[in-house]
């Protein structure tokens, strides 16, 4: 919340020579020592040496960094400087941390922009720069925002990959248990600590949290449920029919719906399977509903409500209803179903009578963002990213091949593993390939991020830049281990000679200088 503040000095400079400036304090949940007030300790010193008053003080507590959606004092700061409100000629913030971890640091670049065209210089306190604008500092920064973001970008890979190993190990990874499941608490040996109610959660790092079953009347039901959709035929519609009119609540405490008897039906807990990664949200990012082979799973981890042959059954009951439909009939049903609820979601789909499920127009249609396409539907959020990110994974065997040929084409002796996807070429180096995808800016610029697996070790590594539209290659980089750094590498559309020294518009000349050549001996 912004508030008024009088803060000086103590020093005898002269009130019209002061600085007037706001601080902004901002405090995640990943470090205690960057608490608000410890920032603004610091922030005060700088003040007070510098002759600077801080007259307003904007604070985001326990918000996160990535993006500036939540970050309510960050977008009435930015506000107040657009609109010319702004009653001071600086802004004091810790650090470059502290003003964001934004994944792109043209972002971060962006709102300070906003700032310096109105007039108001960034100072951040506690770095060992001073903002100034010159190239050493626009270089230090540029290296502190790309650190600030990728420190979460590598923790959120951390966290990702240790989830997954809980789920293989059979342990929950949050949500609600479901109908006719509870939570329980298990200890770091396995022994069953505490069922847990709805909304606690685990006070101690070493306990874990599986699924048991529940009430012995819900697991009933749930048996219910799947003998009477599998062995009688009634639909999912009448089935929560029923269940409402004998006052039987959903564990949402609400009515039952088409939908929520459908997700029971499709749902592998209910024979004892745990999966998850179903849909991600790294980051701050889009949701993304991931395809069933990003799914991790381990099965036979819960104890299962229902027999593995009626799950089958049920789901094959599923399936068979948009098969006996055309592609053309289930486009027309996608498309009056439009018309009559105005927008379209997964949810609204499961809902409709007599429609096949959102999964089913998933499977024949590869995703369900490509039957909206075909029926004329542009959903709210840009799901284009999930498209351009399916066409690329689709597109690297075709261009690892293509690099392949082109090297068989000029005689080289090429040997490929299968495991580390490395090719040896003559027995005298080792490639790999990477295909990058083009990213436009909010400025409306372009750049592509390469993420090199270090633990390869290729002598070579090949960057296949894709095209602004991501559907052909624009250029080669080759890239020799020697001269990579780091992980990372962020391309830009100009890059300097250090970089685009090492661009290609094709890969002839690096054919040429690989093909064998035959060299006469002397006598």
């Known amino acids: 919340m912004a508030e008024q503040e009088k803060h000086h000095s103590g020093n005898n400079t002269p009130p019209q020579n002061r600085?007037?400036?706001?601080?902004?304090?901002?405090?995640s949940t990943d470090h205690q020592e960057y608490s608000t007030q410890n920032q603004a300790d610091a922030i005060r010193q700088y003040a007070a040496a510098r002759a600077i008053d801080i007259v307003r003080t904007y604070a985001d507590?326990?918000?996160?960094?990535?993006?500036?959606?939540?970050?309510?004092?960050?977008?009435?700061?930015?506000?107040?400087?657009?609109?010319?409100?702004?009653?001071?000629?600086?802004?004091?913030?810790?650090?470059?941390?502290?003003?964001?971890?934004?994944?792109?640091?043209?972002?971060?670049?962006?709102?300070?922009?906003?700032?310096?065209?109105?007039?108001i210089v960034v100072h951040y306190c506690a770095e060992q720069f001073e903002n100034d604008g010159s190239p050493i500092a626009a270089i230090i920064k540029g290296v502190k925002s790309a650190m600030a973001g990728e420190y979460s970008r590598e923790l959120s890979v951390k966290v990702f990959a240790g989830q997954g190993r809980q789920i293989e190990l059979g342990h929950r990874q949050g949500g609600p248990a479901g109908y006719g499941f509870r939570r329980a608490l298990i200890d770091q040996s396995g022994s069953f600590k505490a069922e847990l109610a709805?909304?606690?959660?685990?006070?101690?790092?070493?306990?874990?949290?599986?699924?048991?079953?529940?009430?012995?009347?819900?697991?009933?039901?749930?048996?219910?449920?799947?003998?009477?959709?599998?062995?009688?035929?009634?639909?999912?519609?009448?089935?929560?029919?029923?269940?409402?009119?004998?006052?039987?609540?959903?564990?949402?405490?609400?009515?039952?719906?088409?939908?929520?008897?459908?997700q029971i039906l499709i749902n592998e807990k209910y024979i004892g399977h745990n999966v998850w990664n179903r849909v991600s949200f790294k980051l701050k990012k889009k949701r993304v509903h991931n395809n069933p082979d990003m799914w991790i799973r381990a099965d036979n981890a819960f104890p299962p409500i229902v027999d593995q042959r009626i799950f089958v059954a049920a789901r094959?009951?599923?399936?068979?209803?948009?098969?006996?439909?055309?592609?053309?009939?289930?486009?027309?049903?996608?498309?009056?179903?439009?018309?009559?609820?105005?927008?379209?979601?997964?949810?609204?789909?499961?809902?409709?009578?007599?429609?096949?499920?959102?999964?089913?127009?998933?499977?024949?249609?590869?995703?369900?963002?490509?039957?909206?396409?075909?029926?004329?539907?542009?959903?709210?959020?840009?799901?284009?990213?999930?498209?351009?990110?399916?066409?690329l994974r689709a597109l690297y065997p075709q261009v690892r091949a293509d690099i392949v040929g082109g090297l068989n084409a000029v005689g080289c002796q090429l040997l490929s593993s299968p495991e580390t996807q490395l090719i040896s070429v003559n027995d005298e180096l080792t490639i790999s390939f990477i295909v990058a995808r083009c990213h436009r800016t909010r400025a409306n610029s372009y750049r592509w991020h390469l993420r090199f697996d270090t633990g390869l070790q290729p002598d070579i590594t090949i960057a296949v830049r894709m095209d602004t539209t991501n559907r052909s290659p624009l250029d080669y980089y080759l890239l020799p281990r020697i001269d990579i750094a780091s992980e990372n590498l962020r391309l830009a559309e100009e890059n300097g000679l250090a970089i685009d020294g090492y661009r290609f518009d094709s890969l002839d000349l690096f054919y040429d200088l690989l093909s064998p050549q035959l060299v006469t001996e002397a006598a």
């Open 61 to 119: 507590e326990g918000k996160s960094g990535l993006r500036v959606d939540g970050r309510d004092a960050f977008k009435r700061l930015i506000a107040d400087v657009e609109s010319g409100r702004a009653d001071f000629e600086a802004i004091l913030v810790y650090d470059v941390s502290r003003w964001g971890r934004f994944q792109d640091t043209d972002e971060s670049a962006y709102y300070e922009y906003i700032c310096k065209r109105s007039g």
């Open 316 to 391: 094959t009951i599923i399936r068979e209803r948009s098969f006996r439909l055309s592609d053309e009939e289930m486009l027309d049903a996608l498309r009056k179903l439009r018309q009559d609820a105005g927008i379209l979601s997964g949810l609204i789909i499961d809902e409709a009578e007599g429609l096949p499920s959102s999964s089913a127009y998933s499977s024949r249609f590869g995703s369900l963002l490509q039957a909206y396409k075909l029926v004329g539907y542009t959903p709210k959020r840009d799901y284009e990213y999930v498209e351009i990110n399916r066409h």
């Open 19 to 27: 600085i007037r400036a706001a601080e902004y304090v901002r405090m």
């Open 198 to 262: 709805r909304g606690e959660h685990k006070s101690l790092q070493t306990d874990r949290v599986v699924l048991v079953h529940g009430p012995a009347d819900e697991v009933a039901i749930v048996q219910e449920i799947y003998r009477r959709f599998v062995e009688d035929l009634v639909p999912e519609r009448q089935i929560a029919d029923d269940l409402n009119a004998r006052g039987i609540l959903s564990d949402q405490g609400r009515a039952w719906t088409k939908g929520s008897i459908h």
